[in-house]
T-cell receptor, first 111, second 112 residues
Framework: AQSVTQLGSHVSVSEGALVLLRCNYSSSVPPYLFWYVQYPNQGLQLLLKYTTGATLVKGINGFEAEFKKSETSFHLTKPSAHMSDAAEYFCAVSGTYKYIFGTGTRLKVLA | DAGVIQSPRHEVTEMGQEVTLRCKPISGHDYLFWYRQTMMRGLELLIYFNNNVPIDDSGMPEDRFSAKMPNASFSTLKIQPSEPRDSAVYFC??????????FGSGTQLSVL
């Protein structure tokens, strides 16, 4: 069985500060891991995807995530937050087309 | 490409009425997914299709819910009869075999 846990339903950072959103997964098979972003009144948009190979995955808008098998983690980071990053972020695990989404982390960026 | 197109954007109906949500996936995508999003339960997969064939409908909550995909460019999700607890945002998404989901803008359903 697969599952995803996102630590922290709300995260606040100052503009220009590091963004770190945490995600831990559980999977009995090598997982596909994803991060999605949802802006108000919109559908989810893919930020990045990990399958196999390089453990550091670069995505859009300056985001990246590192797959750590030993820690079963896939945390999302961005070196410098921008006001436009304010949104809800979802971690997800898949492998058989049945995505399991985390509960989401709402990111607030303070001016 | 226009992306995944859903209609209507908003639907307000009364309990007991039939509701039909529509989705046009991205051309060339052979997987189509219906999700429901609520504050309490988050994002739930209701059903997904591959090449117009339903593969897994284990997330469909009750027999009141049904989904069809008559061709590669159109799918519907029907609720009959609707109940207040069905109020949610319903998303359609499509993908190729790379499993990268492209979501529509959703249908905000309110059942009074």
């Amino acid at each position: 069985a697969q599952s995803v846990t996102q630590l922290g339903s709300h995260v606040s950072v100052s503009e220009g500060a590091l963004v770190l959103l945490r995600c831990n997964y559980s999977s009995s098979v090598p997982p596909y891991l994803f991060w999605y972003v949802q802006y108000p009144n919109q559908g989810l948009q893919l930020l990045l995807k990990y399958t196999t190979g390089a453990t550091l995955v670069k995505g859009i808008n300056g985001f990246e995530a590192e797959f750590k098998k030993s820690e079963t983690s896939f945390h999302l980071t961005k070196p410098s937050a921008h006001m436009s990053d304010a949104a809800e972020y979802f971690c997800a695990v898949s492998g058989t087309y049945k995505y399991i989404f985390g509960t989401g982390t709402r990111l607030k960026v303070l001016a | 490409d226009a992306g995944v197109i859903q209609s209507p954007r908003h639907e307000v109906t009364e309990m007991g009425q039939e509701v039909t949500l529509r989705c046009k996936p991205i051309s060339g995508h052979d997987y189509l997914f219906w999700y429901r999003q609520t504050m309490m339960r988050g994002l739930e997969l209701l059903i997904y299709f591959n090449n117009n064939v339903p593969i897994d409908d284990s997330g469909m909550p009750e027999d009141r819910f049904s989904a069809k995909m008559p061709n590669a460019s159109f799918s519907t999700l029907k609720i009959q009869p609707s109940e207040p607890r069905d109020s949610a945002v319903y998303f359609c998404a499509s993908s190729t075999q790379d499993e990268k989901l492209f979501f529509g803008s959703g249908t905000q359903l309110s059942v009074l």
